[in-house]
T-cell receptor, first 112, second 112 residues
Framework: QKEVEQNSGPLSVPEGAIASLNCTYS??????FFWYRQYSGKSPELIMF????GDKEDGRFTAQLNKASQYVSLLIRDSQPSDSATYLC????????????FGRGTSLIVHP | DGGITQSPKYLFRKEGQNVTLSCEQN?????MYWYRQDPGQGLRLIYY???????QKGDIAEGYSVSREKKESFPLTVTSAQKNPTAFYLC???????????FGSGTQLSVL
């Protein structure tokens, strides 16, 4: 059974700080990793994806991947109250079937 | 405007009743998915379809049924065999050759 683990939180950070969200996965063959943001009562939206070891930056967001440790993280710099949401980590099965497995999500609260 | 439309937004089911959740997309996407989300939980896959007239069970298909007679439509029926149907149901679609999922706005199903 493939698993994607996240700390449910909540993770509380002050405005302007760096929020660090973490995710581990069980299938060593996984190739594609995604971060979705979900506001309360709304549907998830994709904010970052990463395929290769290392860092990928997009604006205030940085995704980090370490396949040897089976670990993917999301850093949010200069956190804003509007970043308060649940962040879902998703991992695609290897082999190109495009069937993502989602973690339970980490709730982030950015307080002024 | 292109997108995924789920209806209704809220749905109530009586004991022993089957109910159908609608999902329509005009993005010309080949693949469609149904996920269930319980409070504080991640998304669990119910069914998915990669092409018209074909679909596969996900991790929690028992008590649910789907059809894919048209590319644009992927309705989900929650049958009376599903004893704990209260949840937030999300439909998603994906274009062939890409890995990004686009989500509808969701249907909240509750039991009367």
């Amino acid at each position: 059974q493939k698993e994607v683990e996240q700390n449910s939180g909540p993770l509380s950070v002050p405005e302007g700080a760096i929020a660090s969200l973490n995710c581990t996965y069980s299938d060593r063959g996984s190739q594609s990793f995604f971060w979705y943001r979900q506001y309360s009562g709304k549907s998830p939206e994709l904010i970052m994806f990463i395929y290769s070891n290392g860092d990928k930056e997009d604006g205030r967001f940085t995704a980090q991947l370490n396949k040897a440790s089976q670990y993917v993280s999301l850093l949010i710099r200069d956190s804003q109250p509007s970043d308060s949401a649940t962040y879902l980590c998703a991992v695609n099965e290897p082999g190109g079937s495009y069937i993502p497995t989602f973690g339970r999500g980490t709730s982030l609260i950015v307080h002024p | 405007d292109g997108g995924i439309t789920q209806s209704p937004k809220y749905l109530f089911r009586k004991e022993g009743q089957n109910v159908t959740l609608s999902c329509e997309q005009n993005l010309n996407h080949d693949a469609m998915y149904w996920y269930r989300q319980d409070p504080g939980q991640g998304l669990r896959l119910i069914y998915y379809s990669q092409i018209v007239n074909d679909f596969q069970k996900g991790d929690i298909a028992e008590g649910y049924s789907v059809s894919r007679e048209k590319k644009e439509s992927f309705p989900l029926t929650v049958t009376s065999a599903q004893k704990n149907p209260t949840a937030f149901y999300l439909c998603a679609s994906r274009s062939a050759g890409t890995e990004k999922l686009f989500f509808g706005s969701g249907t909240q199903l509750s039991v009367l």
